[in-house]
């Protein structure tokens, strides 16, 4: 079964980074496209980044583009996500997630019902 379990989440202050973790043993990463989505209470859930598994190919959502960084350690088995410059509106749980194949990686952001295999997911909150 797919199964991740995230962490890396906290509490900080607008400004300051995280780095979120992602790590299966139940399966290797580098077949699969990843995806980071997130949810903050009362909204939906917004796909965050991704990361193809054959070229390693990486796409981000407008709100987060430019301050997130997504990357993998196949050695790991681990997905990353660098988060830099937090703002209060990045607080949510924060998951990932696999990508089904057989769609194109272009829709991997908004095909956030399609997500497989999210664990409990990790907390953020940026917060004076």
């Known amino acids: 079964q797919l199964r991740f379990v995230e962490s890396g989440g906290g509490l900080v202050q607008p400004g300051e980074s995280l780095r979120l973790s992602c790590v299966t043993s139940a399966f290797m990463i580098k077949y699969h496209d990843i995806a980071w989505f997130r949810q903050a209470p009362g909204k939906q859930r917004e796909g965050v980044s991704c990361i193809s598994s054959t070229s390693g190919r990486t796409t981000y959502s407008d709100s987060v583009k430019g301050r997130f960084t997504i990357s993998r350690d196949l050695a790991a088995n681990t997905v990353y996500l660098q988060m830099n410059s937090l703002k209060p509106e990045d607080t949510a749980d924060y998951y990932c997630?696999?990508?089904?194949?057989?769609?194109?990686?272009?829709?991997?952001?908004?095909?956030?019902?399609?997500?497989?295999?999210w664990g409990q997911g990790t907390q953020v909150t940026v917060s004076t």
């Open positions: 997630g696999v990508f089904p194949a057989g769609q194109v990686f272009s829709v991997c952001l908004t095909a956030t019902a399609d997500y497989v295999g």
